[in-house]
């Protein structure tokens, strides 16, 4: 039997735990997992971890597949959760049962819970936005009621340990604010000019005043329509 | 032996390939592969393939394994190349004949060849940047010039039928620039209210005045060193 010297003790490591899933927006996942991958490089004692149900292949909203790092039952208790989105896979996945209790139990364990674009949703079916101020991709925004919570049209939306991004890109600049909060202005800097966050769309920033939101109304119908039809419980709360 | 009819023949598919290897740094591909992806679905003959030299999994710099979904044979004559760059890895991959082959020859067949990040180091040791602007992430620009190429300090540059973006993130502007040009600027804004590209980082644009660059200069040196040590004449060029 071999003893372990107190001086060989690992110290705590603070894991920001990303939650991967079959079908997400890959994006969604990318963006903040490359912020917080940078981070670990600053002897701050932080490591990043995917996440799934198993490790081996899921399909994204793009032609690449990708595997998790870890199972659940791996990373009970990250410092840091977060969930990103998607479309119809994501409404499905208000239907998985274990995804559901990772999120929850490992929320309750978490300094942080963070989720990007429809993540929300999932935060939302897990009991976890009731009466918090959040948002999620705009298509979506208005269903964060059927969860409890106070829809806001903003970039990210702090609610006391629970930070929300809006759609998929939206992650990047959560993710930037998360290091300010948990490493500090200059590291949160670093990370930026690393990772040259220095956006210039071609057309400048999205004209919502231009754009009509409504018309898109009956994608988001539809999109619920056939992600929950076996699950008309949940369609109808999300209608 | 059956006949197939002339008008059951396939429509000629414009494809958008991204050149995936092992330790690229993960947000250059999945930036531009998720606006590309969009394009896909406007219905004007675009698809999406993540190429590799083979289909199996792959490491990033994140801790999320991907794979390919078609192999270097199989996409010959791309309509738009694009090469995502990274750190140690994509200077390795400059000694990748094998890689630098796919790219020669399916640049020589596209319409488009872009790169994102130091992506734009492997089209230069493949010989497409020579007397060409070009960018590449601000830790390698003035090395573009051991290529032939004049370093620009873009976020972008359009040089013929090349287009290289900065560092990173860049990838997600240029992209949709790209689509601007082949697509149309209604759809490339669809694309960017669909992705809600809609930048804020919390502490505004990167401040490059701020920023002492110079102080990085021993790390871009000791990347090269350590990544091209069995490679002296590359390294040689390359310093």
């Known amino acids: 039997m071999t003893r372990t010297p107190a001086s060989a003790a690992q110290p705590a490591r603070k894991t920001v735990a990303f939650v991967l899933y079959p079908g997400i927006t890959l994006l969604d996942l990318v963006g903040p997992l490359t912020v917080f991958t940078s981070l670990t490089?600053?002897?701050?004692?932080?490591?990043?971890?995917?996440?799934?149900?198993?490790?081996?292949?899921?399909?994204?909203?793009?032609?690449?597949?990708?595997s998790a790092d870890r199972?659940?039952?791996?990373?009970?208790?990250?410092?840091?959760?977060?969930?990103p989105g998607g479309e119809e896979?994501?409404?499905?996945?208000?239907?998985?049962?274990?995804?559901?209790?990772?999120?929850?139990?490992?929320?309750?364990?978490?300094?942080?819970?963070?989720?990007?674009?429809?993540?929300?949703?999932?935060?939302?079916?897990a009991g976890l936005?009731?009466?918090?101020r959040?948002?999620?991709?705009?298509?979506?925004?208005?269903?964060?009621?059927a969860f409890g919570a106070v829809p806001v049209a903003e970039r990210w939306v702090e609610d006391g340990d629970v930070i929300t991004a809006a759609g998929v890109s939206a992650g990047i600049d959560m993710a930037l604010?998360?290091?300010?909060?948990?490493?500090?202005d200059t590291v949160a800097k670093a990370i930026q000019t690393g990772i040259e966050y220095d956006p210039?769309?071609?057309?400048?920033?999205?004209?919502?005043?231009?754009?009509?939101?409504?018309?898109?109304?009956?994608?988001?119908?539809?999109?619920?329509?056939?992600?929950?039809?076996?699950?008309?419980?949940?369609?109808?709360k999300l209608r």
């Open 177 to 184: 604010h998360v290091v300010d909060l948990i490493a500090g």
């Open 71 to 83: 199972t659940y039952a791996e990373v009970p208790a990250p410092y840091l959760l977060c969930v």
């Open 200 to 236: 210039q769309p071609p057309h400048g920033p999205i004209d919502w005043a231009a754009t009509d939101l409504a018309a898109c109304a009956p994608m988001t119908e539809a999109m619920l329509t056939t992600a929950l039809a076996d699950h008309p419980a949940l369609l109808a």
């Open 129 to 132: 936005l009731a009466g918090r």
């Open 89 to 125: 896979p994501t409404l499905r996945a208000l239907a998985d049962a274990t995804l559901l209790d990772y999120v929850r139990t490992a929320s309750a364990a978490a300094t942080w819970t963070t989720s990007v674009c429809t993540g929300s949703l999932i935060l939302g079916e």
């Open 134 to 145: 959040a948002t999620t991709h705009w298509m979506f925004r208005d269903r964060l009621t």
């Open 41 to 66: 490089r600053f002897g701050l004692g932080f490591e990043v971890a995917v996440v799934g149900a198993h490790t081996g292949t899921m399909s994204t909203d793009t032609p690449l597949s990708v």
